[in-house]
């Protein structure tokens, strides 16, 4: 009988696990030739699970023995199991053939017994890269891809750096443009679905088309009109010219799903050389012999539905609100269409968000219920579909104020992808956890997108939230060498120059801002806020005063914050108070903004934070 105890008295003994190889010194898993580098809390916590085989382990067992005195351990532990179940390839769709299984309201039982087992003998090393890219979030099936290759003795896969491939952006003439858009999207999706890519985002992507960043491989594509139909020709680039590859599709005009299909056929195909080295030979050929299987499941979604989706994913990505609008438009349409299409209802569901919440372009009462509905619609259609378990994380957080039902739709989304770079998981954890927890958030994520704008951009806003002011303003700052120009960038680094108390080149900044964009109601609350932090107490209320003029749309937030920095206690907790009743979603930063530091010592403040945390989270 194995002996399931041994690890009371040595945890370094490497074991049998249903087929794996477990070497807790080394912090490996092997199974199938694939071995895969551990942290050691996830060894930790496996070890923990095969104390007692079989039986189930309570979650705050597993959090004492981990993570003891960790405030938010519970997120860390839902990671870990998500990070566990993808090192031992046990992320099966079908929860029964699981090996560890979560048990409802009490924790995880490990099912299967460990056994002891010799360390493996010394030599080379057969790696197999796997990578699994969903297309279940645009054409309601999934695309395997499987790969062999062989790695040298003294590379550990730990060290091995992932591949930076970029897609950049699609050359399109006007009436391609929502196609060229969401393509791109959805190649990002794919490959980021395997674990051997870094890829890039979309600013980092719109820096290489510049000629600004380097990347080991580059997908550039352009889409036109060709005499039978339209014409798609993408070219694979990489530095060291282990790959060169060209793919032109033809299709008829309205023939845009089966264009689809043929592109992400070739991304995963023709991207999958780069792992191989020495490889130029056009995988097509390749395809019937075992070193590559690939299996496209027919498109389901109508033409139709499919056009009026495309459209609205491009008039959403530019976030205007306007055009966002007319993107819910494009959705709701495309949903009536085709009732089961999951992603057109996921979209429409964070776009109502932004439209009711964010933008306030819609009466946000009737819209939070919309935007429920829709993601919930998305979530049963299609489970594993991650954009909607995001979106409604962030509904129950900021909207509904359930934290319980939030933290259950981001484990959720953690199983499905464990590495996902979530801006609303940030928003969870600062709300109800420490600051500490969603600073290695923040830091997570830039690592994993160490160019992008983007992230640093995001990472500076929720790092100022977090109180991690010097930090904030270095990673701001670097953001705007790298965008000057950026409207968001420049505000982003005027409020935190403003809050470490650089008043002259803060007011500098926003007095050029306000120039530009005299209506911008946000703009004006900050460059209030600037001006009063520098004395300069009139000039800060004038500015307010004009901001909240009779035709002002001022959020509640923005009239708060104005009041707050001059002096207007009582008016600006009632403002907070409609932006509790309105639910906005600025709201979810107040715990720790330096924006509120005027009303934090006042009673009222701490009912505010209070009600927007709602049941406890702990």
Not at 108 to 127: D, H, I, M, Q
Not at 245 to 270: K, S, T, Y
Not at 327 to 346: G, H, P, Q, V
Not at 575 to 601: H, N, Q, T, V
Request: charged share 25%; glycine share 4%; proline share 5%.
């Amino acid at each position: 009988m194995a002996n399931t105890r041994l690890w009371t008295t040595d945890k370094d003994t490497p074991f049998k696990l249903a087929g794996r190889l477990v070497d807790p010194a080394r912090l490996e898993i092997v199974f199938e030739g694939e071995t895969v580098v551990v942290e050691p809390r996830v060894m930790a916590l496996l070890l923990q699970l095969c104390e007692t085989p079989n039986q189930p382990v309570r979650r705050d067992a597993l959090i004492e023995a981990v993570w003891p005195g960790s405030p938010g351990a519970e997120s860390s532990l839902s990671n870990a199991i998500s990070l566990l179940r993808q090192a031992l390839s046990d992320q099966t769709g079908n929860a029964a053939l699981r090996l560890i299984k979560t048990v409802p309201k009490i924790g995880y039982c490990l099912k299967a017994v460990p056994s002891l087992a010799e360390e493996p003998k010394t030599g080379k090393r057969f790696a197999r890269v796997i990578m699994f890219g969903s297309l279940a979030v645009i054409l309601g099936g999934a695309l395997l891809l499987r790969m062999m290759t062989t790695a040298d003795d003294n590379i550990e896969p730990s060290t091995e750096e992932r591949l930076f491939v970029v897609v950049a952006p699609i050359a399109a003439d006007d009436p391609f443009r929502p196609l060229a858009h969401a393509l791109a999207r959805d190649a990002v999706t794919l490959l980021e679905a395997g674990a051997a890519y870094r890829v890039a985002d979309q600013s980092e992507a719109y820096r290489v088309s510049a000629g600004e960043l380097e990347a080991d491989l580059v997908i550039a594509t352009t889409i036109e009109k060709s005499e039978t139909g339209i014409r798609l020709r993408a070219r694979w680039s990489s530095g060291d010219a282990r790959l060169d590859a060209v793919r032109e599709i033809d299709v008829a005009p309205g023939a845009v799903l089966a264009l689809r299909d043929q592109w992400l056929e070739a991304i995963a195909v023709e991207t999958a050389l780069v792992l191989q080295p020495g490889t130029t030979d056009s995988l097509a050929s390749q395809q019937d012999t075992e070193d590559a299987e690939i299996s496209l499941p027919p498109t389901t979604n109508s033409a139709e539905a499919f056009e009026a989706y495309l459209n609205g994913l491009y008039l959403a990505s530019q976030y205007r609100p306007d055009l966002m609008l007319e993107a819910i438009n494009n959705f709701e349409r495309a949903t009536r269409l085709d009732d089961k299409f999951a992603m057109a209802w996921a979209q429409l569901g964070a776009s109502l968000m932004q439209a009711g919440s964010h933008q306030g372009t819609l009466a946000s009462g009737a819209t939070r219920a919309r935007a429920r509905d829709a993601l919930l619609k998305a979530v049963t259609l299609q489970p594993g579909l991650a954009l909607a378990h995001d979106s409604l994380g962030d509904y129950y957080n900021c909207i509904a104020r359930e934290p319980l039902l939030a933290q259950r739709a981001f484990d959720q989304l953690f199983d499905i992808s464990p590495e996902f770079a979530s801006p609303a998981y940030t928003r969870l954890l600062l709300l109800h956890y420490s600051a500490d927890e969603a600073i290695a958030q923040i830091e997570k994520n830039i690592v994993r997108y160490p160019d992008s704008l983007t992230w640093r951009l995001i990472a500076a806003q929720h790092l100022l939230a977090a109180g991690q002011i010097e930090r904030a303003l270095t990673l701001a700052e670097q953001a705007l060498q790298m965008a000057p120009d950026f409207t968001e960038t420049r505000l982003t680094v005027a409020k935190i120059r403003s809050t470490v108390g650089r008043h002259d080149e803060a007011l500098s900044m926003l007095e050029a801002l306000y120039r530009q964009s005299p209506t911008s109601t946000r703009i004006a609350a900050h460059y209030t806020i600037a001006l009063a932090r520098a004395e300069r107490l009139q000039e800060a209320v004038a500015l307010r005063d004009r901001m909240l003029g009779a035709a002002s749309q001022a959020k509640s937030t923005h009239r708060s914050i104005a009041y707050a920095w001059t002096g207007e206690a009582d008016l600006a907790f009632a403002a907070l108070d409609d932006a509790l009743e309105e639910r906005e979603f600025g709201l979810c930063y107040i715990s720790k903004e330096p924006i509120y530091a005027p009303l934090r010592d006042d009673p009222r403040f701490d009912e505010i934070v209070q009600a927007m945390r709602g049941a406890d989270i702990s």
